[in-house]
RNA sequence: GUUUCCUUAGUUAAAUGGAUAUAACAGCCCCCUCCUAAGGGGCAGUUGAGGGUUCGAUUCCCCCAGGAAACGCCA
């Protein structure tokens, strides 16, 4: 289905046309006077120019094509050329009524579907999840479920830091501890236990400790070395514990990742590709791409365009060893070769921007992509305290992320306690629902580059523009909707009887809904989610002014009554698909 | 030091080069015999400084001030 504000332009570029003017000309924007007209066009001014004319005599020409247009309800030319449009009823009730009828409200899916590997979450083996990791995987599950809406296929890869120093820190930390284990008997050929050794809180516990350790002392921090090395080198014993390490800690990353709403279609690790490095180096060599420089192996990534200096790409440290760089290449390589992607997303914390550029010419530079294949850097702000700085507990700590989303439940279950009446069961319920929709708005309805600051009292508050705002709306009209049933309405035999507008708010909660298709494409486009958080804001903010204007089920006329139950059911629906999209959902009360 | 990004009301955030810069929160004032007042309505208050391009600049260019970040062996 077009766009209204394309159908609306075509129908001013005809007039721009039948006047004698550049129908490119013609272009309409939605309106920056509201009190003036509802959408606007400015090419007469543009125009003024090519043709030597008073911008006011352009725009009175087209004017005057549009006096019986059957979209516009007034065009008119106001000094100094500037056309003010008005809609006509029809035409806004025609458009909704076409839109109720099409599967996606209106919105059309992709011309060219792409296939996307979208790189989010970046959780570590053994490290619970921190707050940092909250943007990571609340934006890139929007991103997803926007891309798939509109047609893409997407596959959402977690990238698990699962191989690297840590593992050996934790095992060496193991060893210690537990020297009786039969994983460090390198005598040992039977079958390993199928129990893990460890719980995830001891698991939580040894990894600091030991970090700390090796920094502390070089002998330990040696030892961990040459566990890192075991392990890499495939070591029985050492891959079965590490095994359990992964299996462990992936079963309390899920738990965490559900209670977010977040999912992923691989838990793809860095140790999936651990094997493809040796490979991969060696080819980078032989194409002559890679040479030494200051021991280390590196790529040129310079280009001459450049307005700053762009350090090599490091591929091996001076040691010989693999980095984050080896790997996110050769995952690069191994997504290119598994999944054929269009384009590779990464959701990354903003920092990492340049690293990310090296990386990426790197892979173009050495043709580990095609030459189409989109590398995309999603950059994202920090989640800052009330003090502007990164957020931090009140003893300054890193604050788990799991603690984070109990504050917020905590918070939303003493407000809902509050302000009614309700069985503490159901509290609870409402509590998380409600919860996650404050935290992932907070988050979400800001500019994802942005840095934002975590205001857990603004977040949970349900007024202005916030998460529970949003999801009281749509309880409002749910809950009308219900006593419309119980008094013997059917709004599944109602749905198609929407109507032209009656009253001004009517008519405005219906334009807000006819741009529900521009607003997701928007989203999609420009990977921001924040522009759905925008729009729906702006709906339901057009929803509860109509709400208060119009008493729906005290209306004597069934026809208009029923157009109206039509026009609520719409509303909810477009809401609750948009709130799917970044990744929480409304509860039935609250 | 070099480079990049940012600076909008008391605060937090919006605005493909268009009119009187848009909201929210906080402040002040109204509205429940009425479908959830977790709501609605109203008042007041803003583009860091200076240049330029343009009919028109928060937006593009230059410069200054203030802030943040990145800058080869961490990820």
């Not at 006011?56 to 065009?75: E, P, Q, R």
């Not at 140790?271 to 490095?277: G, R």
């Not at 977040?459 to 523009?465: L, N």
Request: proline share 4%.
């Amino acid at each position: 289905m077009k766009k209204i504000l394309d159908l609306i332009s075509d129908e001013m570029m005809q007039a721009f046309e039948q006047a004698g003017y550049d129908r490119a000309l013609g272009r309409v924007t939605l309106s920056n006077r509201p009190d003036l007209c509802e959408y606007q066009c400015n090419g007469a001014m543009a125009g003024a120019k090519q043709y030597k004319k008073a911008p006011i005599m352009i725009a009175n020409d087209v004017a005057a094509k549009l006096a019986d247009s059957a979209v516009f309800a007034k065009a008119e030319a106001v000094a100094p050329g500037f056309l003010n449009l008005t809609l006509k009823r029809e035409f806004v009730g025609d458009y909704i009524k076409k839109m109720r009828a099409d599967r996606k409200y209106g919105l059309e899916e992709a011309k060219n579907p792409a296939k996307i590997v979208l790189d989010y979450g970046g959780p570590n083996v053994a490290k619970p999840l921190h707050v940092g990791h909250l943007r990571s995987a609340i934006i890139g599950e929007s991103v997803k479920r926007i891309a798939r809406y509109m047609g893409h296929t997407v596959i959402g890869d977690t990238h698990l830091g699962d191989w690297g120093q840590p593992m050996g820190l934790i095992m060496n930390e193991l060893k210690i501890r537990k020297p009786e284990l039969v994983y460090f008997d390198e005598n040992y050929h039977g079958e390993y236990p199928a129990d893990p050794p460890f719980t995830i809180s001891e698991l939580e516990e040894i990894y600091p400790t030991a970090s700390k350790r090796s920094k502390e002392d070089e002998a330990y921090k040696a030892d961990a070395m040459a566990c890192t090395f075991k392990l890499q080198s495939g070591v029985a014993g050492y891959r079965a514990l590490w095994k359990h390490i992964i299996a462990v800690s992936v079963t309390d990353l899920k738990k965490i990742y559900e209670k977010l709403n977040v999912d992923f279609d691989l838990w793809n690790g860095e140790s999936a590709v651990h094997d493809m490095i040796p490979g991969m180096v060696e080819a980078m060599k032989e194409g002559g791409y890679a040479y030494l420089s200051e021991g280390a192996l590196v790529v040129d990534v310079k280009e001459e365009t450049d307005t700053k200096e762009i350090p090599p790409c490091m591929i091996l440290k001076s040691d010989g060893a693999a980095l984050y760089n080896t790997t996110d290449l050769a995952t690069i390589m191994m997504r290119m070769e598994t999944e054929q992607p269009d384009r590779i997303v990464y959701v990354v914390d903003k920092r990492q921007e340049l690293y990310f550029e090296q990386v990426f010419r790197c892979a173009r530079k050495t043709k580990l992509v095609q030459e189409d294949t989109e590398l995309k850097f999603l950059g994202f702000g920090t989640m800052n305290g009330k003090d502007g700085k990164p957020f931090k507990t009140r003893e300054g700590g890193v604050m788990r992320l799991e603690n984070l989303i109990q504050q917020i439940n905590d918070e939303m279950l003493r407000k809902i306690k509050e302000s009614r009446e309700t069985s503490d069961e159901e509290a609870a319920a409402t509590a998380q629902v409600v919860g996650l929709a404050a935290l992932k708005y907070g988050d979400l309805s800001n500019q994802a580059s942005k840095d934002y600051i975590f205001d857990i009292d603004r977040f949970t508050s349900s007024e202005g523009d916030t998460g529970p705002y949003i999801l009281y709306t749509i309880v409002r009209i749910k809950s009308i909707l219900a006593k419309f049933t119980e008094n013997g309405g059917n709004v599944q035999a109602v749905l198609s009887e929407i109507k032209a507008p009656v009253n001004d708010s009517e008519k405005q909660l219906m334009m807000e809904l006819a741009k529900y298709n521009a607003s997701v494409e928007a989203a999609c486009d420009e990977y921001a989610p924040h522009k759905i958080c925008a729009y729906i804001y702006d709906l339901a903010n057009a929803f509860n002014h109509f709400y208060h204007e119009t008493k729906i089920l005290a209306e004597d006329d069934a026809d208009r009554k029923a157009g109206w139950i039509a026009l609520l059911a719409l509303t909810r629906d477009v809401l609750e698909t948009s709130i799917d999209l970044l990744g929480f959902s409304a509860p039935e009360r609250m």
